[in-house]
Every structure is written in C-alpha cells, then in structure tokens.
C-alpha cells in the first residue's frame, strides 16, 4: 500500500473540523488525526504487508521547470494545516511507517515509481490518493484506492473496468484524455470546448493522442478546429501528467515490509498532540491494552470471534517451531542426484528471474538444503532432469504453474509431487491471501523478501533464496499435512492433486476463437454504444456522460423529475439494480438509452478481454484458479470466460466466436441441469422435492403443482417463476424482501409466498437452520465430500458481519459440493477420454459445464462417454441430469 500524504493530509483537513482539534499549545491537529484514524481503517480492512507515505517536499518539480504555471493557481496553504505535515511524519515514524519524498519530484512521481517495484516483486499494490494523474497507475496488479469529496473516510476501488465505467477510457489511456481536456487544479489549459465525453470519443476511436494528434486533419468541425490551434497544449499536458516510474529512491522494498509500532513513541507524539482516544485505538490495534501491556490472544481477538476453533484452531498464533534452517550445500549431476534420492520428501521451488534462461533451483529435505543454478538442456544437469521425472515424491508450490513453466523448457515432465498451496488451501480456504508470501507469513510467520528488479544488477542475495523458499515449501506442506482433517485430506489425494493435471491440459490447450466474427462484434457494439447515446441526448437535449452517477443524478431526479432511489451520501444510486428497478416502476426513454448503453458498453468491454488474451496459435488460454474460492469452485481468469452473459441475445452472440481447430468437427457441451437443486434435495431429504425430481418432470412445474396446489398442468408460467425463484433463492438465504423485490409482489404476498412453500417442503427450512446452526456451533460447514469451509463471524456481535456469515454458510454446504462433483466429472471423463484412446478433448470448465472439441467420427462415442461419466460422479437421492448440445461454435452447442 502506497500512500499520497500530501493529498490525503489535505483531504483530512477539510474533512475533519479543524476547530475541535487543537492541542494546548494552540496547534492544530485536525489533519493527522484524521489522516491517522484513515490509516487505521485501510491497515484493518486491506493487511498490507508492504507500506509507505510519499510527500512532496515544494512545489517545485521538474514540471515548473518546464512551465512555471504548473500549479499556479492554488491558494496560499491555510494557517491551520501549517506545521502538520511534520507532525504527521513523525507520528508514521513512531508507528513503523517510512516516509519518502525527493528534490524535484512529486509525491505521484514516487508512488508510481513504488508501483512498479512493488509490482515486479510480487505484489499486488493498493495506491491510495486523491489526485486522478494516478489513474494511469492502474494495471492488473494495481488498484486506486480515491477518497470521496473531501473526506478520508469513504474510498472508492478503481480498477480498469471502474475507470472505463466511469471515464469511457482504460487507465493507460488516462493521461491522453486528461491530456485533451486539461487540468484546473494543476492550471494546465486543455483544448477549448474538448470536455471528458469528446476526449473519450476520439481515443476510442483512434486508441492515443499519438494518433488522435496525427489525424487531427480529418477530425471536422469546431472540435477539430480547436485540437489544431491548440495542439502544443496538449502536447504539453501529455508531457507534464506522466508520473515517472524510475526514480532513484533510498529505499528497497524489504524496508517497506511492515514494522512494529513502537508504542513508547506513539505515546510521546500522541501526548504532544493530545489525541487520547486515538492512542487508545493504536494500542488496541498493536494488541495492547490501555496500559500498554501485550493482551492475550483470547482476549482481544476482534469480538470474539475465535470462540469456534474446532479444525481452524491451528493459525500462526499456535504455530509449532518450524525445523531449523540449513544453510544450502551445492552439487551437481551425480552428486546432485545421489543426495535427491536419499532425500526425505524433498520440497523443490523453481526461482525462475529471468537470467538468460537460467533457473535457480532449492531443494530442501529432512536432512538439509541444496541450491543451484540450472540451464535445461545441459550436461551438468541431465541426471536432475531424469529425477524430476522419477515417481520419488516431491513437494513444490502451485504445480499447475511450474508445469507450464518446465513445457517451455526442455523438461515438459514432473513425476508424483505434492501442492503445498493446494493442500494449505483446503485446510485454510478463508486466507485470502494464498500466495507463496502469503502462507510464509500467515502460517510460518516469516516474511518473504523479493529482489528489486528495478535495479540494473538486482541483489539476489539480498532477498530471500531458493533453498530457503524450498525449505518454506516444505514448512507450509507439513504443517497442512499434519492439521488437516481425515476428509479433508481425502479430497485433497482423490480430487484436488489429481486435477492439477486435467486443469494444466486444459490451460495448455486453450479454445480456438474466430477473430474476425469477434472484431465484427466489436465493431456492431460500438456503433451500437454511439446510437444509444445519440438516443439519450435526443431525450433531453444535450449531451452528459452517460458514466458519471453525479450528472445522471441531475438529469433523473432535477431534470426529468423521476422517482427516487436508493439513497446514498452523494444523492441518489445510479446503479445498476436501482435503474433497473425504476425503470421497471416509472418507464421512460431516456432510461431505456441508458441502460441499453451500458449493457453494449459491458459486452464490448468483455470482447476486449477477449481480443486481448489471443494467443499466437489463434487460441484463448484462459487460467483456472483452484484455490480461486472458498466454495472450492473453479475461477476463471486472464481472461474471465466466467462472466459471459447468456440471458441475453448479444451476450450468446460472442459464444459464436469460440470455435473448434481445423483437425476438429465441432464442439460439444454438456452441463448439469439444476445440479444445486438436486444437491439441496439430497442433503435435505426433503420426500417431497425428490419426488419432484424423480417425476421426470419439468422440476419448477412439479413443484409449483405442490406449493399452489394444483395440478402439473394447471401451473402458469408466472407459477412457476415464482417458484423458481423460491427454490434457488432459499439456498442464497433470500427472505420475503428478496423475493418480494425479485418477483415485483408485495412482502405479504411473498411471505405467504415462502409460507406455503415449508409447508410442503418443510424438511428444506429445517435443513438449511440446521445448516446455519451446526456451522455456528463448528466454526465451519461442510461438503458432501468432506470440504470445511470456517465461519467464525457466525458468532460476530456485529449484526451485519453475522448476517452476512449466515447467508453464506446456508449455501456453501451446496455450492461447494457442486463445485467436488464437477472436479470428480472433469476426472472421470479425462481419464476415460485417454483409457479410449480417442482424439477428442476437453477445453474448458465454466461453472456447471464442460467443453470439448470433437474429433472426426467419434461424436456419439464421446457424448455417451460424457453423460455417464458426469452422471455417476456422484450417488444423489435423485438422479444427475446431464444436457448435451453439439455445433460447430459454443454458441450452437448450447442445449
């Protein structure tokens, strides 16, 4: 987490009264008490492990150099903040936070600079600022953290789809359009009559001011007159707003990692500023009680929350004393190999820093550590390649990746190993960071340090090496191993490990996609995206920016006088949910332009991500996260083939562009059909809702026969979407609001709704409070196949945490065994694909559905191989229904 002092410090100012903070001696405090207690909210809500505050040191920079306007328009600092900043940094002093700032450089200068550091070592960084030049920071692995007004207290995540959400432009395309526009807090005069909308345009029409600014002759009207006669400022504005990213800083990232607050000299700065209720907190924060004396962990575990231990007891503060370190010996070929095969499980961490093709390798066992460098392919080390092939286990972290990594060298192969993230992940799934660093700190309390690859010749030596890693691999392993259940570690053998193969094929793989179908697409939703905005500002008039919730607020409740919706602090919500809900109240064109609008701005959004993650071999190679959900569900990711919309015609339309390979005839889908229906009618037992099942009827007609009382046939379609709508929004612990808003009723209708539904399905309301209250009593709920999943906010005083813990606990007994059953399918088909020697293949796993491109001739034998294998992954008290569709694209493989 980086931190933009200046900015913040200022946002504090204005947003705190500065008449009630003034110490004794008549100085005002206002902005580092409410700097401090953001501080520790972020620190309480995010945990970094990483953090520092940037300040400018004047407003000189670089950018004066170049045009001493820069800035020039900002008022004197006020009276009161003056004398602050000191303050504020020797208060971060005392709570272990360093601080940075550079002659001739602002404070954006050094955050972006630490963006890129933290970056290449691993993290993801979390920039917390008030001024928009950081937007251009933000990336897949960095996130902007920008307070609301003038305050400190409510911060707004941006990443790239928030940014283009709001400004209609991606984050590296900020500084173009901030570039066109102009800057009035930073007096830089941007192209007259060019405002966010016109800017935005033109970029996503010619993708950069680069190419903006070299067809400016073709732009028409009093737009491009404009940009031609005032070309040099944007130019300039260009030039000034990027945020350099290679200062030289005093620091490397190992002395950012967090430090303990030195609470003898909180207390000293505290009392100078006479803020005793916020020392109070920081003791509280630091584990410490109103004296200063370290609280036991019982005691001052936030509200109790550690009262159910059961299978989670084991977590850092009860860590056993990991075996001591050795120091790594160095050996290579028969040497080498001689000392792996006498080794006792031997833990392996591949450090692959991009040295001319050479790997850095850690070996560490029972009886010792190893360390080299190793260049595939050589004699040197041809034995160590054998060996990896061997069946000698061998424990490593995150196999799926390090068996992408040995396909691209000369050894494709890793015979018999053990994940130690993966089997870490079953034990502890609610760790939210599970990464290498992140199971180092959380179970073994040893704080990973990286090398800075922003430096020309890197300290390796510096960071921690790869024995060391591979000796931590083996800690994390041994620890999980020992601590997790007997189911636990079942699933882990049967399902998890196994998998890691079947998802490494897929990954490698990948699914062919028609590119020109999707350009075409593309092209279709842009013109689309333009007319629906032509239509909304037919409607009123004039043109807005149909991304900004501040401007839409004035056209719907000043301008066109519509109902109100939720509210919310900066009026009220423009998003989606409530335009939906007032369209549906209070008809009117505008709305629908909008909401057309954003849906088209959505799809062409996803077809980005699409065009964006084609390989060279004309192939998407999506990654599926394993330990990506609590529920043990698959997540998909770089990109995202989860988030497809299908409700709508567009959104199926961009399933035609996954297609199959030349040597292929087609694809074929098959998914289960109503798989958490079917788990919650087993783990039920509810007679009633499996006979529904076992009729073979239509389950929603079936079971809106039961709960109206009619027959089959007397169910109406607005029957059955009211039941529909019962039954899957039970498992989601929807209640009669829920449904009531939901189905467009009242909530006495739904009441009675939900009340005639228990009386014939009275076993599911007894099973899911029972699901509810034995995970309150257990600390966790349980699958099917023996996956615990913790809720220690069941017991939370917090009303909201504890309400929030009980909805996901009523669903995650049955989302969680869906997610086992359709691992065990993915098995099953995987290995019978292979037993029958055929060609065709699996490609992708979305939720409930698998895919695979179908070879020539051999259509019939693999769906028949498909349908018993999904269906006898697992024996319900109803049957597992499979749906199978076939066609040359997904789209037309849909059933």
Known sequence: MIIDGHSLAFRAYYGVPVE?????????????????????????????????????????????????????NRGETPEEFKGQVPLLKEALAALGIITLEQEGFEADDILATLSVIGRDNGYRVLVVSGDRDTIQLINDDVTLLYPAAQGVKKLKEYD????????????????????????????????PLWGPKTAAKWINHYGSLTEILAHRDEIKGKAGENLRTFVENAERNRRLNELRRDLDLPVVISQLERQPVDISAVTEIFGKLEFRTLLTRVKKFAGLDSNGTAVADDAHSAAGQRSSKVAFSND???????????????????????????????????????????????????????????KPGTADYREFETWLKSEQEKIVFDAKALLHLLAKLTTPELGNFSDAQLLASIWRPDFTDRSFKGFAKKLLQFEVVEPDMSQLVPDLEAATGAAKRAWLTRQIHERALESLHDAGLKLYYSTELPLVKVLFNLEHRGVAIDTPLLAAQQAELRDAIAEYEQRAYQVIGREVNLGSPKQLQTVLFDELQMPKTRKIKSGFSTDAASLHELQAKSPHPFLDALLAHRETTKLSQIITSLEEAVAADGRIHSTLYQVGAATGRLASNSPNLQNIPTRSEAGNRIRGAFTHGSEYIGLLTADYSQIEMRVMAHLSEDQALIEAFNDGEDLHRSVG???????????????????????????????????????????????????????????????????????RADGYTETLFGR??????????????????????????????????IKIAMLKVESEIAAAGLKSRMLLQIHDELMFEVAPGEREVLEKLVRDKMASAAKLAVPLEVSVGFGPDWQQAEH
């Not at 492990?49 to 004066?64: E, G, Q």
């Not at 913790?790 to 909805?807: D, G, K, M, Q």
């Open 20 to 72: 009630r903070f003034q110490n004794s001696e008549g100085q005002h405090t206002n902005a580092i008490h409410g700097f401090i207690a953001m501080l520790l909210a972020l620190l309480e809500q995010y945990e970094p492990d990483a953090l520092a505050v940037a300040f400018d040191i004047s407003r000189h920079s670089f950018r004066t150099e170049e045009y001493p306007e820069y800035k020039g």
């Open 160 to 191: 790239a789809q928030a940014v283009k959400e709001k400004y209609d432009v991606y984050p590296h395309q900020y500084q173009d359009l901030a570039a066109l526009v102009g800057e009035t807090s930073d007096n830089l005069p941007g192209v």
């Open 316 to 374: 850092s503060a009860q860590a056993p004393t990991p075996q001591v370190f050795t120091p790594p010996i160095h050996l290579i070929d028969e040497e080498l190999v001689t000392w792996l095969k006498k080794a006792d499980r031997p833990a392996l961490y591949f450090w692959d820093i991009n040295r001319d093709g050479v790997i850095r390798v850690g070996v560490a066992a029972a009886n010792g550590t190893v360390e080299f460098d190793w």
């Open 705 to 775: 026969a039961r709960v109206f009382g009619v027959t089959a046939a007397e169910v109406t379609p607005v029957m059955r979407a009211k039941v529909k709508a019962m039954s899957y929004g039970l498992a989601y612990g929807l209640g009669p609001f829920g449904l009531a808003k939901q189905l467009g009723i009242s909530q006495a209708e739904a009441k009675q709704l939900m009340t005639d539904y228990f009386a014939r399905f009275g076993k599911i309301r007894d099973y899911l409070m029972q699901v509810v209250e034995t995970a």
């Open 788 to 821: 615990h999943r913790p809720f220690p906010e069941l017991n939370s005083p917090n009303r909201v945490l504890r309400a929030t813990a009980e909805r996901a606990a009523l669903n995650a007994p049955i989302q969680g065994t869906a997610a086992d059953i």
